[in-house]
């Protein structure tokens, strides 16, 4: 099981040195032509990744060329990620994400991957109270205002929040949401500047988090100048915690609130 662990992870670190060269050549006329893109360049690998996204229609959460793989402004200085970004926060979580688990998505933004989470941890075939739930935390308050807005463009959206599987919060992301926890997936949308301890104490164990770091995790901060990278947290049964470097990315910071 360990070795097919490590060849799956293999597999996907070489998914992403291709998605970084070719990051923008997936990009559709259409979600599902965007989705099948992601596909065809072996960036979606698994079938439920696959079928979350061809569920969420992205024209409802980018304001303007919805279906380009590239990172859209959706204002107050916060963007959307490029989608090839979003399918290597689900690949990397995808073994967390089974229907009953529990999620944080920290810099929820607009709301799409909120979304794409929360289908990825529920199923309309099985009683409710077996689903999972998703909590999208920002500091800004108009764009958790945009993510319920978002949502309830389309039916499954409006269930989903109804419902109380999908919840935006108001809150400084760095320090989670303790009420919630523990959350078997803690994904962050924004570059922290270390791996904040209160952040690793709300995953369960085991759990994973995904979240892009400025830091070396060694103490030596070097400023959001020095380079971002993505790190996957897995804590272990044992409650261990397991830290690994996988790729460079380019994110807005997970900070205060801009200032007004």
């Not at 200085?77 to 989608?83: E, H, L, N, R, Y």
């Not at 229907?99 to 709301?111: E, K, T, Y």
């Amino acid at each position: 099981m360990i070795q097919s662990y490590l060849n799956a992870h293999l597999v996907l670190r070489k998914a992403t040195t291709k998605c970084i060269s070719m990051a923008w050549y997936c990009s559709g006329s259409t979600n599902a032509e965007l989705v099948d893109n992601l596909f065809k360049a072996g960036l979606v690998k698994n079938e439920r990744v696959k079928n979350a996204m061809l569920g969420v229609d992205r024209a409802h959460y980018a304001p303007s060329r919805p279906y380009s793989d590239s990172p859209q402004p959706i204002g107050y200085g916060a963007t959307i990620s490029a989608p090839h970004m979003h399918v290597h926060a689900c690949e990397y979580l995808i073994d967390f994400l089974r229907p009953g688990s529990r999620v944080l998505d920290i810099g929820s933004g607009s709301g799409y991957l909120t979304h794409v989470l929360a289908n990825l941890v529920t199923d309309p075939s099985i009683p409710d109270d077996l689903n999972g739930h998703v909590i999208g935390i920002d500091h800004i308050p108009e764009l958790v205002d945009l993510a319920d807005k978002n949502m309830h463009k389309s039916d499954q959206g409006r269930k989903l929040l109804d419902t109380g599987k999908v919840k935006f919060i108001i809150a400084d992301g760095r320090l989670g949401w303790q009420e919630g926890a523990p959350y078997d997936a803690i994904h962050v949308g924004a570059a922290a500047e270390k791996l904040h301890p209160a952040l690793i104490a709300q995953l369960r164990a085991p759990g994973r988090m995904f979240i892009p770091v400025d830091t070396e995790c060694d103490g030596s901060a070097r400023g959001f100048g020095g380079g971002q990278y993505i790190w996957v947290v897995d804590k272990r049964v044992d409650g261990s915690v397991h830290k690994e470097k996988v790729f460079q990315v380019s994110y807005v910071p997970l900070t205060d609130p801009p200032k007004k």
